[in-house]
């Protein structure tokens, strides 16, 4: 089947819009992340400073590095998994994105086939980096919170001890 000069720019046209969109989700993920890290550092540093203001005596505020170790662990966890939540919804628009191409050009281009292969190989092993990746941050989201709650449930048994000699 011959191809036409207007079929070819309109698969050029398909491939540069899914390129902006993997772009748009692209800085679409890193504004979440932003915004992730702005949220988590600006709750942390007013509850580090409301406790510190609350603090009546010296021996309260000392106490207070023990109370504010399971807070500050539990969030740490919780952005651990929002971090993990975003990077998985980004890897997984830009596998979507990479494939509508791979089909495009599959679709319109004559004579790609080697280079569709390529691509699709290309996307294929960019697919199993990313499942790899997500597994691995998965598993470190997984052990911080398992030992962050042991850590937590030791300080707060600490701090319970110490309370308690006073």
Do not use: C, W
């Amino acid at each position: 089947m011959p191809h036409t000069a207007e079929q070819f720019v309109d698969t050029n046209k398909a491939n540069v819009e899914a390129l902006q969109g993997m772009m748009t989700h692209a800085f679409a993920g890193f504004q979440r992340l932003v915004e992730l890290n702005l949220a988590v550092s600006m709750a942390s540093m007013v509850d580090s400073f409301n406790a510190v203001l609350g603090a009546k005596d010296g021996q309260q505020l000392l106490g207070l590095q023990a109370g504010l170790f399971n807070p500050l662990a539990m969030r740490y966890v919780s952005y651990g998994s929002h971090v993990y939540t975003i990077a998985a919804e980004t890897g997984a628009e830009f596998i979507k994105a990479l494939t509508a191409v791979v089909e495009n050009v599959e679709r319109n281009a004559p004579g790609a086939e080697p280079a569709v292969t390529v691509l699709k190989s290309a996307v294929s092993v960019y697919q199993k980096a990313i499942e790899t990746a997500q597994d691995t941050a998965k598993k470190a989201v997984e052990l911080a919170e398992s030992n962050l709650a042991a850590a937590a449930n030791h300080a707060d048994n600490a701090a319970t001890t110490a309370s308690k000699k006073r």
